[in-house]
């Protein structure tokens, strides 16, 4: 089941609600628990067990690790954690990168002459990436003392499978909702504001991202695509990717608020960024703040010596590449962006204990983006090398008449359309709070914008084909 569909919409969201707010909040968590369930197992019963078993496993080490703090035994509390987090990680790597080894291993042994191996393909579950991280976090928090253990299982059961954020983010820390699953703010405005987010999400994801998404896959079907050609392509694709996964986060975070909860933002207009450190502090911020406080501090972040925090920089973002996909594309799409970060390091200016990293402009940050999005879009490695070269002009300059001829009025209004939005969006954001409150009140209004435009987008989504959600993918 995905946001973006008649049955979540019209049959399970309103569903769901009733019963959430006709029962007394003791059992709302429970609620929670049982439709979450019902909302992963809509895509295949058989990966519910999985799902299960992965958050039983470390909600047992997490107890483990409790009952060693209670009587002075890091060395029993680090093996429980060690436990949990191994768990976790072995059911990722497996589900995840099992074809990705295989593949690999039947390529280097046709090279040496051998017969490549037949063996069964594994089935990627969705959402797998990051409820495993989400239950690692929380086992690492608990072991740090940085997190208060879930009073009982059913909270931390139902913190892992929240719906709203159960198969693309934002990836939630247990620690920043802990409180809100004791006691919750339920109210008309919290849940307006709610309805209004996800009515700003489904809008940028059926009337903006799905739009231009037949002009990604046209460019990037083509065999030997010019310039033009590969340029619209990847502008299409840096369109449809912020839309897509920013209206996700924007209804994930609107569903939240009609339940009472309140989550982090995932996104901060990332495209306005003048280097790849701000934006990596601004695109899928909860992911980038995990991978910094689980990943990149552990392996000793900027403590020892410059060499070191740029070999921690690139080493955390290969694997955040390899995160998102069990492809040797998303391994140099984080190699790309790693080694930049580690570039922008070094040539950092101090100011006091800071370190500011050269601005690059918000043109050029765009282009280096883009850059790493050719990959990140790309089939195969080749392919996106291909895609390189045409993006030079390889194959000619000029538009074919293959993408030529299937462009739409709008899919080129909507690709505009998504360019203006993700410039003007944050101007309008700071013009609104630079006015006094009063004024922001009445421009609050300007709100009610989404409510026609959801509805031009419920009538495309029942004439489009279903269209998932491009994170649903890692």
Not at 117 to 126: A, K, M, Q
Not at 207 to 213: E, G, K, M, Q, T
Not at 320 to 343: N, S
Request: aromatic share 18%; glycine share 8%; net charge positive.
């Amino acid at each position: 089941m995905v946001f973006s569909s008649n049955v979540f919409l019209f049959l399970f969201l309103p569903a769901f609600l009733a019963v959430y707010y006709l029962l007394p909040a003791r059992f709302r968590s429970a609620h929670i628990l049982v439709g979450s369930y019902v909302f992963y197992g809509w895509w295949r019963l058989d990966f519910v067990p999985l799902f299960a078993g992965v958050t039983l496993w470390c909600y047992l080490c997490s107890l483990g690790i409790q009952r060693a703090h209670e009587r002075n035994d890091p060395r029993a509390a680090k093996r429980s954690m060690a436990a949990g987090v191994v768990g976790a990680l072995g059911a990722l790597a497996f589900f995840k990168y099992f074809n990705f080894g295989v593949d690999n291993l039947n390529a280097a042994l046709t090279r040496l002459g051998f017969e490549a191996s037949d063996t069964f393909r594994v089935i990627l579950p969705i959402g797998i990436s990051f409820y495993c991280f989400q239950a690692i976090s929380y086992v690492v928090d608990v072991y740090r003392r940085d997190a208060v253990p879930a009073r009982t299982f059913w909270d931390f059961s139902a913190f892992i499978a929240l719906f709203p954020q159960l198969v693309a983010g934002p990836v939630l820390r247990y620690k920043d909702v802990a409180d809100q699953f004791r006691s919750r703010t339920h109210s008309f405005a919290r849940f307006s504001e709610g309805s209004t987010r996800l009515m700003a999400g489904f809008c940028k994801k059926v009337l903006i991202a799905d739009s231009v998404a037949p002009v990604v896959n046209q460019t990037f079907a083509l065999e030997n695509p010019t310039m033009a050609d590969a340029w619209l392509g990847t502008l299409a694709y840096t369109v449809q990717l912020y839309f897509d996964f920013s209206g996700y986060s924007d209804m994930a975070i609107g569903l939240g608020l009609m339940m009472g909860f309140r989550f982090r933002e995932n996104f901060d207009h990332p495209y306005i960024s003048k280097n790849i450190t701000e934006f990596w502090r601004r695109w899928h911020i909860s992911l980038s703040n995990w991978l910094r406080d689980y990943l990149y501090i552990p392996l000793g972040g900027n403590r020892r010596g410059g060499r070191r925090t740029y070999i921690n920089l690139t080493l955390t973002m290969l694997l955040g590449g390899l995160w998102h996909g069990a492809a040797w594309t998303f391994v140099i799409w984080g190699a790309w962006h790693g080694g930049i970060l580690a570039l922008e390091r070094r040539f950092a200016r101090v100011e006091g204990k800071a370190r500011i990293p050269p601005s690059w402009g918000v043109g050029p940050t765009m282009v280096l983006v883009m850059i790493g999005w050719i990959v990140f879009r790309a089939p195969d490695v080749e392919t996106a090398f291909d895609f390189y070269g045409a993006m030079l002009g390889a194959n000619g300059l000029a538009l074919s008449d293959t993408v030529a001829w299937q462009l739409g009025g709008w899919q080129l209004t909507a690709l505009v359309l998504g360019i203006g939005l993700a410039y003007a969006a944050p101007w309008w954001r700071s013009y609104k709070l630079r006015q006094p409150a009063p004024r922001q009140s009445g421009l609050a209004a300007v709100d009610l914008v989404f409510v026609p435009l959801f509805a031009l987008a419920l009538l495309r989504l029942t004439a489009q084909s279903y269209t998932p959600f491009l994170y649903f993918q890692f």
